[in-house]
């Protein structure tokens, strides 16, 4: 698999149910970041999470990273309408330029 | 709270055209990235830049691209000849050391 996939791709859940996305990754990081995008718009910063951490919470959303699995996921607890969107993870290497390979990202439909 | 400045959010340009797209990154930030998306499709790195130079670049950062920091504040990206697919959205981000980076809001170029 490529650097930074999510799975799955698309998710399609009724509102106050969780969502939980999954990225996997193939080098040695610094730290992965989710992102969310509305359609045909910018890139929204949710959560970092650095390599020596297992876990992150910020407000509903909740962070998870296996450097063993090189994975991580992202859950959004009792969802929205409003967080209908893309998430996307991207994942900073260990060394050199820290720059950001992002997955394929996962389109998240929430139903009211 | 500081954010990363993109202008123009949307840019026609015919074929073979130069465009330059504009960004302002946060004001301590050291590191620069321009980064890119094709409709539909995952956000692709570009480049990145530190110390006034160009630290890393990918494939498709050809000859018909180049970055240039003119002022120390504004942070281009010039295509020298366009074509059509280079219509895209264009992302600029900044990071200070050991930071997420901060995304624009991205220029939609369409190149017709």
């Known amino acids: 698999s490529q650097q930074g996939e999510e799975d799955p791709q698309a998710l399609s859940i009724q509102e106050g149910e969780n969502a939980t996305m999954n990225c996997s990754y193939k080098?040695?990081?610094?730290?992965l970041q989710w992102y969310r995008q509305n359609s045909g718009r910018g890139l929204v910063h949710l959560i970092l999470i650095r390599s020596n951490e297992r876990e992150k919470h910020s407000g509903r959303l909740r962070v998870t990273l296996d450097t063993s699995k090189k994975s991580s996921s992202l859950l959004i607890t009792a969802s929205r309408a409003a967080d209908t969107a893309s998430y996307f993870c991207?994942?900073?290497?260990?060394?050199?330029?820290?720059?950001?390979?992002f997955g394929t990202g996962t389109r998240l439909k929430v139903l009211a | 709270e500081p954010e990363v400045t993109q202008t123009p959010s949307h840019q026609v340009t015919q074929m073979g055209q130069e465009v330059i797209l504009r960004c302002v990154p946060i004001s301590n930030h050291l590191y620069f990235y321009w980064y890119r998306q094709i409709l539909g499709q995952k956000v692709e790195f570009l480049v990145s830049?530190?110390?006034?130079?160009?630290?890393?670049k990918s494939e498709i950062f050809d000859d018909q691209f180049s970055v240039e920091r003119p002022d120390g504040s504004n942070f281009t990206l010039k295509i020298r000849s366009t074509k059509l697919e280079d219509s895209a959205m264009y992302f600029c981000?900044?990071?200070?050391?050991?930071?997420?980076?901060?995304f624009g809001q991205g220029t939609r170029l369409t190149v017709v």
């Open positions: 991207a994942t900073a290497r260990a060394s050199g330029t820290y720059k950001y390979i």
């Open positions: 080098t040695s990081i610094n730290n």
């Open positions: 981000a900044s990071r200070a050391d050991n930071t997420e980076a901060f």
């Open positions: 830049f530190y110390n006034n130079e160009i630290s890393e």
